[in-house]
Structure formats: C-alpha cells, structure tokens
C-alpha cells in the first residue's frame, strides 16, 4: 500500500517529476519516452492504455539519441528512457483512443491519438543504429517522404566517412521494429580494432542522425584480453573470457586478407615429427608445377617427398615405397601456405586419427568446413582439399586409380569410426588456384558413388544440374530407400495449440493436401481454447480421426508434446507447431527416410516465413553464447554458405517447430525438460542429448514448410515472458555452457556474433582451432 506521502507527491508535483510523451504509433507499435527525476538511473514502467483501461505493460529502456538535448537537460546520466510497446492484432478499424500513462500511478504522459487516425511515423520509428562496441553495426533506415526509397546510411570517425550501406535487406531480427527490406548492417574497417576509443557518427544520405548515433567502439584484433594490462590477474582474464563468450565481436567476409595475415601468419610452436609423401596429381603448364611445387619446399621445418610426373597410380606405389608416415595429394597448380603440413600434421596427434583434412580457399574466398560431417561430405565433397591419410591406411587401399579413389576409399575404410577417426584441423591451409575439369568432376562422383555403395548400399546419390555460377565444389543429393516395412509404421504428429483456429485449419489443411503416409496420425493438444470457432473446429476435425487432447493450464511446451507423445501410438513421432504449413508432395517422404537410418536420432525441415526468406535452416549453437537458426538472411533458393542452405548435413540441433524422433528414442532421451525449458531451448536441449547418445542430427532442405514463427503465442514483449526467457537461458547456459561455443557443425573462425548471420563474420579473436573430431556430448549434470 502507498502511504499518504507517496499519493501527495503523484497528486501535487507529479508534473514535475514525471516527463515523458507518447510520440505515435506506425505499423502497430507505440514509440515514446518517459523520464523520473526523482529517480534518474530508474527505468519507468509504462502502461498503454485504450480508452483509458490498460491493455499492455512495457518497460522504458529503449535508447533515444534524438531526445539527447532534452534529457540532458532533465540530468539523465543516459539516452535509455524511451519505448516501443507493441499493440499486436489489435486493428484499426476498432477505434480508440489509446494513451500512455505511469504504472501505479494517475500520472499521464503527453500526447494521444486515436487508432483510426492516419499517422507520419514518430522519429523513433524513421531509422536506429545499435552497436556492441565492435566493428559490425546493425539497423534499419526509412525515408518518411518515400517509404519505397532506399536510403544509404553512412559512418564517420570525425570527418572521415569510414563505411556505407545501402539499407535494403531484410533483419530478422528485426522483424519487429520495421517491415520490408529497410536494414543495413555497416562494416567498419579493421583498422579501428586497434584498443582505442572511437565516436561514429552514423546518418542517412540527407544529413538526419540516426536514432543511436553516435556509437562508441572499442575493440581489439586479440579480444577483450588485447585491451588489458600484460600483468592482468587471472580472475581479469576469466572475466574477459566470460565478456568474449557473451559478446563477441566479428570483422566481415571481405576482411579475410586483413584477419589471415593478423591470425595466421605462424605456424605451431612445436613441429610434428612424421614425414609426408605428397603426390602432385593431373596436368599443368611449367609454371604451374613450378609454383606447386616451391610451395611444398617451402614447407616450415617438414621432412617433404613429392612425387609427380606420371599416372597416379604409380606415384601413390612411389609415395608408399617412401615408407613416409603420412600420403596426401595436391592438385598441380595449387598451392600450401607456408606452415600447412606443420599444422594438419597435428591432427594426428589425437589418439584414434587415421585421416586428417583442413580448410581451403578459392579465389581468395576460404572454406571454412566443420567436424566430420559424412551427409555433408557426400554432398559437397568438402573433405578433399589437403586431406592427409596414415601410411598404414593407404598401403590397404584397393583399386585406387585417380586422386578422388584414394580419398574417397580412405574416408570409406574409417567411415564406421569416422567420429573419432577423421579429424579436422580447422585452419586455412589450401589454396585452389584453378578450378575442377570435367574429368576431375566425373572422377569425384564416381569415386564417391562407389563409396556409398559400400557404406550406405540402400542410397543412390545424384549430382545437381543447377549450380550457381562460380560453385566449385560438388553439389549432390543422397536419396535413401525406405526400409522393408516402413510404410507400415505409424507416424504421429503432434500439434499444441490454444485458439487460433485460422492458424490451425492452415496446418491440418496442407498436411492433408501435401502428405500420402498411409498410416498418419494427428494429435491436436488443446491448451485451454474458449473461443466457439475452435471448439467446432475440433468437432469437425474429431470426425475425420484427428484426436483432440485436453490440456488446460498455462503454455508448457515441453510438457504438452511430452504428455501427447505418451499417448501416441505412432512409432515415429513429429513435433509440429500449429503455424506450420506443408508446401510439397513427399516431405514427409524425405524426413522419415532420413530418420530410419541406423546412425540418425532426429530430422528437422527447412523452414521458410511468409515472405520466402528462411526462418530456420539448423541450429547454430553459440550465438551470443546460446544458440540461433542458420539461414535467417537466406532467400529459399539462395545458395548459403557452399551450399549450405540446399545441402543435407548435420547439424546440433533443430527447432521443434518440425522435429521428428522415433517414438522409442523419444522416450530414452527422457522428452522434453518441461522444468528448465517450458517454451523455448527444450529443442535444443533434446538434440543434444540425441548426440550425447551417439546419434546425429540431420537438416533436410528436401522437406520445405511455412513457419509463421510465434504467430501463435507471440513475441516476447511482457516482463513475465522475458523473465521467463532469461531463465530458459540461463539453464541452457547452466546445462551445456561446455559446449555452446565448439558446434562442430560450424567454424571457430566464424562469428558467433547475434547481430550478424551464420557464415557473415570472422571471429576477433578466433576460438580454439586445436583438431577436432565429430564431439560426443557430455551433459552436466544439475
């Protein structure tokens, strides 16, 4: 309860204390600001209202640069007094007056409008800037005069314009804030990673600051630990570790000159004892050779034979009459970088290491390739380049009559043990200086083709007609055969909803329309619907053989799929969200195919919002030391990272939006963690534990749906949601901190940085580059 005191001062000098203006509402969000001088660090709870009854709840700590003046003048110590309250599906067309007020109190802010009238956007709403300190900003920019307009968006360092962008590309993250192609990200040059402080100034092409600006940056090439002392303490450094994990910085793609001389100009600080025998493969000019050839005897402290000049197969008997430790082969013409053998020869220090492959690079763009990856390996051929195999391994080799025999039939003679037999040395160390012939290409497919049929004989495998211009590596589909008798299983999908039955008829609709399973069952949980539609929704659809769940209560995803799994009687299962829509005959085909292999705990689908970009093409652990979606700024039909967004691969984790398990693994993983993870991160915490018990995780960009990502539970836009969140992050952190920033799925050279997008940035510093196996994860224990 408020004490007299307390209500005189609301009553008598609340204007006074209390400054603030509700500045408008564009595209159904609220902009506006609010100040407590009698509390100037506080962050002001504010109530929308409609009509004067309140209708959301929002804190305001939104920075707003273009009050800078005003609040100066009130003695703020900062910008983030403003707020963007979000009115949802509340329409037009409903009227009202809607209004700003100071929770708990009688105090109303400035300024109202009603819902119906037309509106100019607030300056709030025009453009923003954000930042993290790092080269890499974020925002979106609008010409209020011509919405159509692209506007460029350019960074100054005193007078000296640093960047510009064209803001014309969609943010995901963003989606909240502005429609359409109207982001920008701003890459700033890497010569301000130098550990001093630096004021951008960032504007749009007619002068106007933006909302944000200016930034202050301050970084360094080396991390946090490149800004501190030399005889920093170690609880200094672990603090700074902690702050990298948690923020880390990125520089972009086309930094790579920059950041390879910065980060790779030495090779290991103790030299591998083994001797390699490399054979120097196909036909090249003079110069060519030459150039290969000085590049292998430039080789730092390595004991090199090289052999070349005649068919293959009498150079490999040559490379295996050397008795060398190791046999690998470059391509004439190609080039090593100076320390390449000292550093890929280190894979082999891991105990159970019989081939080891590096990363490469092709006109001047690098490959950074993950942990052993065999869908992806077949796919795309990523292995090949520089990819060094034991003595012992090659001397049993059979039939091998070109360079891709001898890898491919390596990779095939360890693929059983491949986890921890193949090893990546995730470092540069390859240059491809001339592309693949037609025969090379034919000897690659047909090698991995033969491959297959030894390791997966119920799989055929077809190379793709439709590369992009400039692909150099493989490009290939592996179909696999459903087993004996799999058409007689029992699929069941799993659909939690609460009303929204437009979403829901749109769901059921398209799986009936797109999916042949002969044995499919449907199970909609009904999480506490009260609207009438629904309920005779669900009396339509019970009469077609869908079942319909009651389970009341509040939104526990992770227990809702948990207790419909329980009573389902399918042996395979799919998690479905109720904005799911099915886009394709055979998906559902191409997801069980992939789920019934022996080595195969889980399947998800490319997933792809309403306007055609990709909402989840895999999950990526790390991000912002947590975990986000691959794909985000991919069109469906862009080609992603060599191929990643139309490639099958593995990956750590896949949403639960459209996840599919066998029933029976379901059930020994122990479901979903409903404690730790009612809504969001229990996907991710099931694939990891699907890969703690030895078995992969496979993304399928063959099995395309809709996701209207939260379209039926919303944003996180309530104190009580993000609350909420922020537990849910806490424990995956608590839970899996281990392995959050080593995804072998990914690169430790990449960005894990959340304002940019998988595969965009390099990582300032990189992570742990020491070889790597396809990791087994093991979940500590709470």
């Not at 540069?428 to 004989?457: F, I, K």
Request: glycine letters at 8%; charged letters at 20%.
């Amino acid at each position: 309860m408020k004490n007299e005191s307390e209500i005189l001062d609301e009553a008598t000098v609340g204007a006074a204390r209390w400054h603030g203006a509700l500045d408008g509402l564009y595209k159904q969000l609220v902009y506006g600001w609010v100040f407590d001088r009698n509390r100037p660090d506080a962050r002001v709870i504010v109530e929308i209202c409609r009509d004067d009854v309140p209708i959301a709840c929002i804190l305001a700590d939104v920075a707003r640069t273009d009050l800078a003046a005003e609040l100066e003048v009130l003695g703020a110590p900062d910008l983030c007094h403003g707020f963007v309250a979000d009115l949802g599906a509340l329409p037009a067309s409903s009227g009202g007056v809607i209004s700003a007020r100071v929770a708990n109190t009688e105090v109303t802010l400035a300024g109202s409008f009603r819902l119906e009238e037309s509106k100019t956007p607030p300056a709030a709403a025009i453009n923003n800037v954000v930042g993290d300190g790092g080269l890499r900003l974020h925002g979106w920019a609008l010409d209020p005069a011509d919405q159509k307009r692209t506007v460029t968006v350019c960074a100054f360092v005193d007078n000296e314009m640093v960047a510009q962008a064209a803001a014309d590309i969609i943010h995901p993250s963003m989606r909240g804030y502005i429609d359409g192609a109207h982001g920008f990200d701003l890459a700033l040059p890497a010569s301000l990673a130098d550990g001093e402080v630096h004021s951008v100034r960032v504007v749009d092409d007619e002068g106007r600051p933006l909302n944000g600006s200016p930034l202050t940056i301050c970084c360094s090439m080396d991390g946090l630990v490149g800004l501190l002392p030399d005889d920093a303490d170690e609880l200094l450094l672990k603090v700074a570790d902690i702050y990298q994990r948690h923020l880390p910085r990125s520089l972009p793609m086309s930094a790579w000159p920059e950041w390879s001389a910065r980060f790779d100009r030495e090779g290991p600080t103790t030299l591998p004892t083994l001797s390699t025998a490399v054979i120097v493969t196909g036909e090249a000019d003079a110069a060519a050779l030459e150039r290969t050839l000085a590049s292998l005897q430039s080789q730092h402290g390595m004991t090199v034979q090289a052999f070349s000049g005649e068919p293959f197969a009498a150079l490999l008997a040559q490379a295996l009459a050397s008795n060398c430790d190791v046999v690998c082969c470059v391509r004439a013409g190609d080039t090593l970088v100076p320390h390449a053998l000292a550093w890929a020869l280190e894979g082999f220090a891991l105990p159970d290491a019989q081939v080891v492959y590096t990363d490469s690079e092709t006109n001047g763009t690098p490959w950074f390739k993950p942990a052993w990856n065999p869908d992806y390996a077949l796919a795309s051929d990523y292995p090949l380049e520089l990819l060094l195999v034991r003595h012992s391994v090659a001397h049993g080799l059979q039939e091998v009559h070109t360079p891709a025999d001898f890898a491919w039939s390596a990779l095939a003679s360890v693929w059983s043990e491949g986890s921890t037999s193949v090893v990546h040395v995730p470092r540069v160390l390859y240059r491809m200086l001339s592309p693949l012939s037609t025969d090379e290409r034919g000897a690659r497919l047909a090698a991995v083709s033969r491959t297959l049929r030894a390791v997966q004989p119920q799989a055929q495998i077809e190379e793709s007609d439709k590369l992009p211009p400039g692909v150099v590596h493989a490009a290939r589909r592996v179909r696999y055969s459903l087993p004996e008798g799999a058409r007689e299983l029992t699929v069941s999908l799993v659909i939690p909803t609460r009303d929204r039955v437009d979403l829901l008829q749109r769901c059921i609709s398209t799986i009936q329309q797109f999916t042949a399973w002969p044995n499919l069952e449907i199970i909609v949980i009904d999480n506490g619907s009260v609207e009438e539609a629904t309920h005779a929704y669900f009396s339509e659809i019970a009469q077609q053989g869908i079942f319909v769940l009651p389970m009341p209560g509040p939104f526990n995803y992770a227990d809702l799929n948990n207790r419909a799994i329980a009573q389902a009687n399918g042996e395979i299962v799919g998690l479905i969200n109720n904005d799911i829509e099915a886009l394709h005959d055979g998906w559902l085909d191409e997801i069980v195919s992939q789920l019934l292999r022996p080595d195969v705990g889980a399947v998800g689908a490319k997933l792809l919002w309403p306007n055609g970009m990709v909402q989840h093409g895999g999950v990526l652990l790390g991000v912002g030391n947590v975990a986000g979606h691959f794909g985000n700024r991919l069109m469906d039909s862009d080609w992603g990272d060599h191929g990643r967004n139309q490639l099958v691969h593995r990956v750590s984790a896949c949403t639960a939006a459209c996840l599919f398990l066998l029933r029976q693994d379901f059930i020994a993983f122990g479901g979903m963690d409903g404690d730790a993870y009612p809504v969001a991160f229990n996907d991710v915490d099931l694939c990891l534990k699907v890969r703690q018990l030895g078995k992969a995780v496979v993304w399928t960009p063959h099995a395309k749906l809709l996701h209207a990502e939260s379209a039926s539970r919303g944003s996180e836009d309530t104190l009580q949601k993000k609350t909420r969140a922020q537990r849910e992050i806490t424990a995956i952190r608590k839970h899996w901190g281990h392995v959050l920033c080593d995804d072998p799925a990914y690169h430790p050279c990449l960005s894990l940085d959340p304002n940019s997008h998988a595969f965009g940035g390099l990582a300032i510093p990189p992570r742990n580059r020491a070889p790597r196996i396809e990791i087994k994860f093991i979940r500590i224990t709470r």
